[in-house]
């Protein structure tokens, strides 16, 4: 294959990564919202939008784990900097307090930390279950009227995992999990 043919082809395979991120991100938040609202028929929307999200997440996720660990980082940067500026990266005129911004670089700081084994190990299966949730409930604290309580279920999910990994090397003599 030449040189030039190869390049293409893994430039157009990125493309359709990035563009299959979107949309699955957009799809699973347009599920939530409809879940949110709650009314009739688009509640079993809604309901079949995020299973048949979370089935695609649990079937990928030993792909897209490390990239959780990589969004975990940029959300902390992200909070540190406009903590240290006192306003939003996005929109600077939008003012907030800095205990805001300290708050979230903290909890965006313990998902960073509980997420880092996954950008050197697969995820076994109750890893995986408890990345989607954190997913999931992530993405729902940016619909939710308590974003916080739906931030700690992520890293209380996390947690659960990890803690759970270090039960099960314990009990096999302090030697580390293999994941198949």
């Not at 949309?23 to 995020?50: C, P, Q, Y």
């Not at 990266?89 to 084994?117: D, H, N």
């Amino acid at each position: 294959m030449k040189p030039w043919l190869k390049e293409v082809k893994s430039g157009l395979r990125l493309a359709f990564i990035i563009v299959g991120t979107i949309l699955t991100i957009s799809v699973l938040g347009l599920g939530l919202r409809l879940l949110g609202a709650a009314r009739g028929k688009s509640l079993v929307l809604g309901i079949g939008l995020v299973l048949a999200v979370t089935i695609l997440l649990l079937a990928t996720v030993r792909w897209w784990a490390k990239w959780y660990f990589a969004a975990c980082c940029l959300t902390t940067f992200r909070a540190v900097v406009m903590g240290a500026l006192g306003r939003t990266i996005s929109v600077p005129s939008i003012a907030a307090p800095r205990s805001v911004f300290a708050e979230v670089a903290g909890i965006s700081a313990v998902m960073t930390f509980l997420s880092y084994r996954f950008v050197s190990t697969k995820p076994n299966w109750l890893d995986s279950i408890c990345l989607v949730g954190a997913v999931i409930a992530t993405l729902y604290s940016v619909f939710s009227n308590e974003p916080i309580r739906w931030i700690f279920a992520a890293v209380l999910l996390l947690a659960v995992c990890g803690a759970a990994r270090k039960f099960v090397a314990r009990g096999r003599g302090r030697r580390p999990v293999k994941v198949v």
